[in-house]
């Protein structure tokens, strides 16, 4: 049997009264609340976990035997929950400390073995940001699960630490959960971000499979690969950059003559026969690419603004990290990528796909992990494409970045969309993949890892 210490931190009387109120509905016989400075609070000996709440909030009908079963089932220490908020209910995704390093994700409430919570609740103080709550519960908490369920109602949102005071915290965080913790910055929107420092010495090679195909934009037609070499030219920051640029072996010197005219020294062509194959494409590229750091580029892809090939060095130098991939929309500024979802017997797909981009919401600029990135834009080091073998050249149109995620996550570093790094892409958003029955096989032997999809279980952000 589960018994439940509901520890109310103190404000108005009204507020008390409503969140006491609301606990007399819902408890069980062994359940008890009080309202109690947080650190001030002792759990009774036969209470098997503590629920932190503010005051004001609500705990659902069922929740505390949800949460308390669903916790001694996972024997987890920290147990997450949905909340609904004034905006709205939360579906978090599951436990993901390299975001919450950044932002309180999700709701505020969290459900803590007992012995657990003797340990952390004099760590807390009641005039604590939700966020620096959340932070100093799981920073060294060994087994953190997140139960899919709305159990508590806040009265209001989940609240950010002041701007000054949040590299500092991310700092203490990953330093108790044993990880780099030097190189903290704050964003222009106000977000921890981890970033290792720019190499300058790092050679970059960006490599682009072409067809030379052609497009209107901007009220012009314009052959969309000489576009991305332009926008490189006036975007890309960092000193040593070359572009593969990958063709047909029957493409014509004068279609390759622009791009020479644009790049220079800094373009190496690459020529591939047979039926167009992107993984083949990709392999070919980085055989002949000079670069420590490839990224893979799709031709109709285009940096909106400076600065962002130094933003996803420095979250790729990130021990912890092995892929990164930036926040891609269409022209009509709807989003065509943050991230990919792979569920369990399911097609991998991309969330909030169409869907107006946002950069005032706080994950719009936040580094979010998933299992995988679009191959659109990818980048990893050489020496982690070669050692997992690069792209499948069995799939040659679809699944390929998926198959490659998979791969180089493998061994437990992460894949991260860098989403203050955005890009068009000018694939058209009619476009509807044509999926062969091969292309669905090849997911089956990744079953198991698609089962730790941090993000199956949410459907907001």
């Not at 036969?46 to 949460?67: F, M, N, P, Q, Y």
């Not at 579906?91 to 003797?118: D, K, M």
């Not at 490599?207 to 926008?231: G, H, K, M, Q, Y």
């Amino acid at each position: 049997m589960t018994a439940v210490d509901v520890f109310i931190s103190p404000g108005s009387d009204e507020d008390e009264e409503r969140t006491l109120a609301a606990f007399g509905l819902v408890r069980r016989e062994q359940d008890r609340a009080c309202v109690t400075p947080w650190r001030e609070a002792v759990v009774r000996p036969e209470a098997s976990h503590v629920l932190l709440l503010r005051a004001g909030d609500k705990v659902e009908s069922g929740a505390l035997e949800a949460l308390s079963c669903f916790a001694q089932a996972f024997e987890a220490q920290v147990t997450t929950m949905n909340a609904r908020t004034p905006f709205g209910v939360i579906h978090s995704p599951r436990w993901l400390p390299l975001l919450l390093e950044q932002l309180p994700y999700g709701g505020r409430a969290v459900l803590i073995e007992g012995g657990y919570a003797a340990k952390k609740l004099p760590q807390l103080e009641d005039s604590m940001s939700d966020w620096e709550i959340l932070l100093r519960v799981t920073s060294e908490a060994e087994r953190i699960v997140h139960c899919p369920v709305t159990a508590v109602v806040q009265a209001t949102t989940t609240s950010m630490a002041a701007q000054s005071d949040r590299p500092k915290l991310t700092r203490m965080f990953r330093a108790a959960q044993g990880r780099s913790a030097e190189s903290v910055v704050l964003s222009s929107a106000g977000m921890p971000l981890v970033r290792h420092r720019d190499d300058a010495s790092e050679h970059v090679s960006i490599i682009v499979p072409t067809a030379f195909a052609s497009r209107r934009v901007d009220e012009a037609t314009e052959v969309l690969v000489e576009r991305l070499l332009r926008a490189l030219v006036r975007t890309v920051e960092h000193d040593r950059w070359e572009v593969v640029l990958v063709v047909d072996e029957t493409t014509a010197d004068s279609a390759v003559t622009p791009c020479r005219e644009i790049l220079g020294n800094r373009l190496r062509v690459v020529r591939t026969s047979g039926p167009f194959n992107f993984s083949v494409a990709v392999n070919e590229g980085a055989r002949q690419a000079a670069g420590d750091v490839l990224l893979l580029l799709n031709d109709d892809v285009e940096p909106i603004t400076s600065g962002w090939m130094n933003n996803l060095l420095g979250t790729l130098a990130r021990p912890e990290v092995v892929v990164v991939g930036a926040r891609l929309l269409f022209e009509d500024d709807t989003i065509q990528h943050m991230g990919v979802v792979c569920p369990p017997g399911e097609l991998p797909m991309h969330p909030r796909i169409f869907e107006v981009d946002d950069p005032g919401h706080p994950q719009a600029q936040a580094d979010v992990p998933y299992l995988a990135v679009t191959g659109a834009c990818l980048m990893c080091t050489a020496a982690d494409f070669r050692a997992v073998g690069g792209f499948n050249e069995d799939l040659p149109l679809n699944f390929n970045d998926i198959d490659f995620c998979l791969k180089a996550g493998t061994d437990g570093r992460a894949v991260i969309c860098v989403n203050s790094v955005r890009m068009w892409h000018r694939e058209s958003s009619t476009r509807r993949p044509q999926i062969t029955s091969e292309e669905i096989a090849s997911l089956l032997p990744w079953q198991h890892s698609m089962m730790r999809d941090p993000h199956i279980e949410y459907r907001h952000w």
